[in-house]
């Protein structure tokens, strides 16, 4: 399995262009998570997906933040208007729920730089 | 407001010896716990875990410790070795808080020196 897969690696944009994020999941999985990392929040959970239904999404900091899961292969995370203080590493990890195993499988994440 | 804590933002120590990873949660409805090592340019990948009906799990050089009355949990590496080096997270997730999602702490970055 070729685990969960991000694109693009690397992103850098201008202030208020929109910025779109790509998320394969492992075949077979039914949980999805977008993650972003940053020196200081650390790893904070944005929004996540049961079986492509979007299930909290209180951490999506405001509006700009979208997320969508037009199906079980495939997740969007877009930014629009962009700003700096966006600039962070963004993860995608999925996971199939069974009982109270809550081992995610991340991708390698996606590095943006707003300028 | 951080539901989960790790306090050493860093950590540096000899090779073979033991290296302790601290974490500290407020949350009393966590109530499974896992850690994940990160390297540079790469996700988090999952390391161990252990429910709360446990106080120790084992696994190889690796053993994380659970301390529910002081809603605290370390990770044990020994010995340590210089592959270890990374930056390890410390999860928790608890059945009725919004739907087991993880919550991250804020990691600890380890080197191990040969």
């Known amino acids: 399995d070729a685990g969960v897969i991000q694109s693009p690696r690397h992103e850098v944009t201008e202030m208020g262009q929109e910025v779109t994020l790509r998320c394969k999941p492992i075949s077979g999985h039914n949980s999805l998570f977008w993650y972003r990392q940053t020196m200081m929040r650390g790893l904070e959970l944005l929004i996540y997906f049961n079986n492509n239904v979007p299930i909290d999404d209180s951490g999506m900091p405001e509006d700009r933040f979208s997320a969508k899961m037009p199906n079980a292969s495939f997740s969007t995370l877009k930014i629009q208007p962009s700003e700096p203080r966006d600039s962070a590493v963004y993860f995608c990890a999925s996971s199939f729920r069974q009982g109270r195993s809550e081992k995610l499988f991340f991708g390698s994440g996606t590095q943006l730089s707003v300028l | 407001d951080q539901q989960v804590k790790q306090n050493s933002p860093s950590l540096s120590v000899q090779e073979g010896r033991i290296s302790i990873l601290n974490c500290d949660y407020t949350?009393?409805?966590?109530?499974?716990f896992l850690w994940y090592k990160k390297y540079p340019a790469e996700g988090p990948t999952f390391l161990i875990s252990i429910s709360s009906i446990k106080d120790k799990n084992e696994d190889g050089r690796f053993t994380v410790f659970l301390n529910k009355s002081a809603k605290h949990l370390s990770l044990h590496i020994v010995p340590s070795q210089p592959g270890d080096s990374a930056v390890y997270f410390c999860?928790?997730?608890?059945?009725?808080?919004?739907?087991?999602?993880?919550?991250f702490g804020g990691g600890t970055r380890v080197l191990v020196k040969p």
């Open positions: 999860a928790a997730s608890g059945s009725k808080a919004a739907g087991n999602k993880l919550t």
């Open positions: 949350n009393s409805m966590f109530d499974y």
